[in-house]
């Protein structure tokens, strides 16, 4: 079908290379610095319920509706939706869902390089001892006067966006498999070795109960949104960035098996951060809803404290930047994507502009840590409000319209063929959770949130 343009970019060279690629876009910030917060700001237990309850119920179906809208098209966001919505014979208005969806992922990577730049200054913090032997009250010390420092954010930030650009720049399938394959299994074993050191904090099992154990009178509504918000950020999902990486996915490939895998593959990285940190945190006094700074005020007391802990904390943090890089490629590719296609931009000029604006618009985000403290819209600073934008209310709503569209617009046959699911129970099932349930859920948390419910 659909070859009526010519595609402008290279496709995967085989469905393992899908699964790194979208792996390294759902494995981020997202798991690690902020599952971890969040968890601690909404009560422990039953927020993590929720957010697995959406991973399953709303997320997987919908990651692979996504990826399979992009791979039917082979195309950009904005134009999947046009020519799906023609095949459809449906109403045109549907391509604005590609285009709220490259304006989240700017939004979103807007404020995501600023923390990845605190990543980053704190891999010349390790490296340099600043941890070595700090104890709680010393390592707060160390964040609150880094963030405090609007120059030191802004030079992180340009850099970290730099890097972003740079390898965009080259196209995004160009040595992300490479970095991908080895990123997994090292930040795994990292993870895996904190876990280690929790369990000699003497609170191991304290901070598995806060993170375990349900207590449903402490979710409100509001948790209920951010929890399922969370769903779809930390999966990438509902903005096109699985879309765009959908597109460059061969013909012919299961899709369904690949969304387990990347689902599975994300959640085992946040539970474990969340296993690793929590006793960190009740160990020394601190408090769970200690809000954006958590990791960076608990795991450097680790690195202070622990044997080997120079070298894990300067690997770690290296880490963590680079699980933040493959994230935020697939942010900004969707823009670049469009760009390049649509109109017509040398692959350069796409990312200099896109970049550009980013990078301005994360200067909001920079000085809410500091000199604009004080400035709130809607009883909040810049950057919550950016993440409550984008991770609350935009992908939520671009992945209900993913999911309408996939379960109710598109031909039955279409999603049947582009699916190519074994015969049985897999495909009816799919199309349940994507027509009824992940919408309904989605439009129910919604109600609730406005007090309608
Ligand atoms: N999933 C990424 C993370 O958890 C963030 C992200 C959101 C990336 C949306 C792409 C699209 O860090």
């Not at 799906?84 to 590609?98: F, S």
């Given at each position: 079908m659909m070859d009526t343009k010519k595609t402008v970019h290279d496709a995967w060279s085989s469905r393992f290379a899908f699964i790194l690629a979208a792996t390294g876009s759902a494995v981020g910030l997202g798991n690690i610095w902020k599952f971890p917060y969040i968890t601690g700001e909404n009560g422990g237990g039953a927020f993590v319920i929720v957010y697995l309850l959406c991973v399953m119920l709303i997320g997987i179906p919908i990651m692979i509706a996504e990826t399979m809208l992009?791979?039917?098209?082979?195309?950009?966001?904005?134009?999947?939706?046009?020519?799906?919505?023609?095949?459809?014979?449906?109403?045109?208005?549907?391509?604005?869902?590609?285009?709220?969806?490259?304006?989240?992922?700017?939004?979103i990577l807007s404020y995501y390089s600023v923390i990845a730049g605190w990543a980053s200054a704190y891999v010349l913090k390790a490296f340099t001892g600043s941890f070595f032997d700090a104890d709680a009250a010393a390592i707060k010390g160390i964040f609150d006067d880094f963030v405090g420092s609007p120059v030191q954010l802004i030079f992180w930030h340009s850099l970290f966006m730099l890097a972003t650009m740079l390898i965009v720049v080259r196209g995004?399938?160009?040595?992300?498999?490479?970095?991908?394959?080895?990123?997994?299994?090292?930040?795994?074993?990292?993870?895996?070795?904190?876990?280690?050191?929790?369990?000699?904090?003497?609170?191991?099992?304290?901070?598995?109960?806060?993170?375990?154990?349900?207590?449903?009178?402490?979710?409100?509504?509001?948790?209920?949104?951010?929890?399922?918000?969370?769903?779809?950020?930390?999966?990438?999902?509902?903005?096109?960035?699985?879309?765009?990486?959908?597109?460059y996915l061969p013909k012919g490939i299961s899709i369904a098996k690949t969304a387990f895998l990347i689902a599975g593959a994300d959640t085992v990285v946040a539970l474990l951060a969340g296993i690793a940190i929590f006793p960190i945190v009740f160990a020394n006094n601190l408090h769970p809803d200690s809000g954006p700074g958590l990791i960076f005020q608990t795991l450097p007391i680790a690195f202070g404290a622990m044997t080997g802990g120079w070298l894990m904390g300067i690997l770690f943090f290296v880490m963590l930047v680079v699980a933040a890089l493959t994230s935020s490629i697939s942010l900004i590719e969707p823009a670049v994507a469009w760009l390049v296609e649509s109109k017509g931009f040398s692959r350069e000029k796409a990312c200099v502009w896109s970049g550009l604006a980013t990078w301005l618009l994360g200067l909001g985000t920079v000085f809410s840590f500091n000199?604009?403290?004080?400035?709130?819209?809607?009883?909040?600073?810049?950057?919550?409000?950016?993440?409550?934008?984008?991770?609350?209310?935009?992908?939520?709503?671009?992945?209900?319209?993913?999911?309408?569209?996939?379960?109710?617009?598109?031909?039955?046959?279409?999603?049947?063929?582009?699916?190519?699911?074994?015969?049985?129970?897999?495909?009816?099932?799919?199309?349940?959770?994507?027509?009824?349930?992940?919408?309904?859920?989605?439009?129910?948390?919604?109600?609730?949130?406005?007090?309608?419910?």
């Open positions: 992009g791979r039917r098209s082979q195309r950009n966001p904005i134009e999947t939706m046009e020519l799906l919505t023609e095949e459809a014979g449906a109403d045109k208005n549907w391509h604005y869902l590609g285009w709220m969806g490259i304006i989240a992922g700017l939004l995004v399938n160009k040595g992300l498999e490479k970095a991908v394959q080895f990123l997994m299994p090292s930040l795994f074993v990292l993870l895996l070795l904190l876990v280690g050191y929790a369990m000699t904090t003497g609170s191991y099992f304290q901070g598995l109960h806060f993170l375990f154990t349900p207590d449903f009178s402490k979710l409100t509504s509001n948790s209920v949104l951010t929890a399922m918000g969370h769903a779809f950020f930390t999966l990438s999902l509902g903005m096109g960035a699985i879309m765009v990486y959908g597109s000199v604009w403290s004080n400035v709130k819209i809607f009883d909040r600073s810049i950057f919550q409000l950016l993440d409550y934008l984008t991770a609350n209310l935009m992908l939520p709503i671009g992945g209900f319209c993913i999911a309408i569209f996939a379960g109710w617009i598109m031909h039955r046959q279409h999603s049947e063929d582009e699916l190519n699911m074994p015969a049985g129970l897999a495909y009816p099932v799919w199309k349940l959770l994507i027509s009824y349930v992940a919408p309904a859920s989605v439009f129910f948390v919604f109600l609730h949130v406005i007090g309608v419910l």
